[in-house]
């Protein structure tokens, strides 16, 4: 008898607990992240005692869905290459005849959107931090970040991690054009933010 079919925008933990054990039985599902989101699932797993991002999506026809996907994949897999710091890394990928899915480490702490982040936006400190941080990635070849507070997560050594590169190019799959377009867009986002706290000190 064949399993019945799960749909990742399912509301029931139960569901979604049977669906982390189908992508794989040695994941424990403990809570939905995200639970708004309709493409892709994001899911707070156990994996060996130590607690995981599971992000998965079914497979389907659907041409966006698939680019960025891959976009986080591939970025993934260069944070991996260079060793980078402060941005979550790719554990393992999955694939099943239903559904495509990562593992990625988990940043304990208080993601950036719970918190008053048009105030931290207009902070030196904190510009100082994410343009370091979007500095290291560009250097590693990744561009097109797309800040949205939800990606940030701050530690409680105050310091900042990238845990979504959903939107993320790497240059040698984007070509260099385009990876420079998307670097230099960028670059204007983290200088608007330091001339609007220069205003505000």
Not at 18 to 25: A, R
Not at 119 to 125: A, I, M, T, Y
Not at 133 to 153: C, E, M, N, S, T
């Amino acid at each position: 008898m064949q399993d019945q079919h799960i749909s990742i925008n399912t509301q029931s933990s139960d569901e979604l607990s049977q669906l982390v054990e189908k992508i794989d039985p040695g994941l424990r599902f403990i809570k939905d992240l995200h639970p708004t989101a309709s493409s892709c699932r994001t899911l707070l797993v156990d994996h060996d005692g130590e607690e995981q991002i599971l992000k998965l999506r079914e497979l389907s026809n659907n041409v966006w869905d698939d680019t960025y996907f891959f976009y986080e994949i591939h970025a993934l897999q260069r944070v991996s290459e260079r060793n980078l710091s402060n941005v979550t890394h790719l554990v393992e990928e999955f694939r099943t005849d239903e559904y495509h899915a990562i593992l990625k480490t988990y940043a304990k702490g208080t993601p950036l959107n719970t918190l008053d982040h048009e105030r931290l936006l207009r902070d030196p400190e904190f510009i100082k931090q994410l343009d370091a941080l979007y500095l290291q990635l560009h250097l590693a070849g990744i561009a097109k970040i797309h800040f949205q507070p939800r990606k940030i997560v701050i530690g409680s050594d105050d310091e900042l991690t990238l845990v979504d590169l959903s939107t993320c190019v790497v240059n040698t799959e984007s070509g260099i054009q385009l990876f420079s377009q998307e670097m230099r867009a960028d670059s204007r986002f983290i200088n608007k933010l330091e001339k609007k706290a220069r205003k505000a000190a």
